[in-house]
């Protein structure tokens, strides 16, 4: 096994200085979730073993948790072969990834009539929370 350059320098940002983040559970390799890394976000979640990301609707870093505390513990950390997208294997806290309460975002399948749920919610937004997002 060979190692190739600087950890983020490698990575190709997209035109905002962006990369989607992919979070995969570690263990049962359950898609979890999809979100966004800057550069800072992915040296800080290399630096402290653990999600953060960029949102985009606030501007702003995000520890994954830091409201919720549904921490996701980074326990691998992967590119693609284009070096365009993040794949983080996390040990997700509470086993909730989801802002609607559910184990995964990804709990929504296409049927013939349209999209069936079909991940129940662990826990209501209103506890987590304290309002429905």
């Not at 979100?35 to 995000?62: C, D, G, K, P, V």
């Not at 294997?89 to 184990?103: F, N, P």
């Amino acid at each position: 096994m060979s190692q190739t350059g600087n950890l983020t320098n490698d990575i190709r940002w997209n035109e905002q200085g962006l990369i989607p983040a992919i979070a995969q559970d570690w263990q049962t390799g359950e898609v979890l979730m999809l979100a966004w890394m800057n550069r800072e976000a992915l040296e800080l979640t290399i630096s402290e073993s653990r999600a953060i990301y960029w949102s985009r609707s606030r501007q702003a870093l995000w520890r994954k948790g830091e409201e919720s505390g549904h921490v996701q513990k980074l326990k691998e950390l992967r590119i693609d072969c284009d070096a365009d997208t993040i794949l983080m294997k996390v040990e997700q806290i509470s086993g909730i990834a989801c802002h609607t309460g559910r184990r995964s975002c990804f709990y929504r399948k296409r049927e013939r009539d349209g999209w069936l749920v079909t991940d129940e919610v662990v826990r209501s937004p209103d506890d987590i929370y304290g309002k429905t997002p």
